[in-house]
């Protein structure tokens, strides 16, 4: 029973280390682009954004309103308007 949680505690921790990892990575992604669509932002406005993101996260049935609200107008962009929609593009293979 004990070596059985130990390889249960081993697999979770594993899981965890490589969900950290790929939340990193997906992390340095959304600055690198919030950054190349707004060029005029700082590194630390990013940051701010970034940080409010992962302390309010958006409900997926509301996530256009929530998103726009949680973002200080103070770190908006002229360069993206605030009514813009997000699309997704769908690619046939």
């Known amino acids: 029973m004990q070596q059985q949680h130990t390889e249960v505690v081993s697999t979770m921790e594993k899981?965890?280390?490589n969900l950290t990892s790929k939340l990193d990575?997906?992390?340095s992604l959304?600055?690198?682009l919030l950054q190349q669509v707004n060029p005029g932002m700082s590194?630390?406005?990013v940051q701010v954004m970034i940080e409010a993101a992962q302390q309010?996260?958006?409900d997926a049935s509301s996530a256009p309103n929530d998103a726009r609200r949680s973002i200080p107008l103070s770190l908006g962009s002229n360069h993206?308007?605030?009514d813009m929609e997000v699309s997704t593009i769908k690619i046939s293979s």
């Open 80 to 82: 993206v308007s605030k």
């Open 15 to 17: 899981n965890k280390n």
């Open 56 to 58: 309010y996260p958006p």
């Open 30 to 32: 959304i600055k690198t």
């Open 43 to 45: 590194a630390e406005q």
């Open 25 to 27: 990575g997906l992390t």
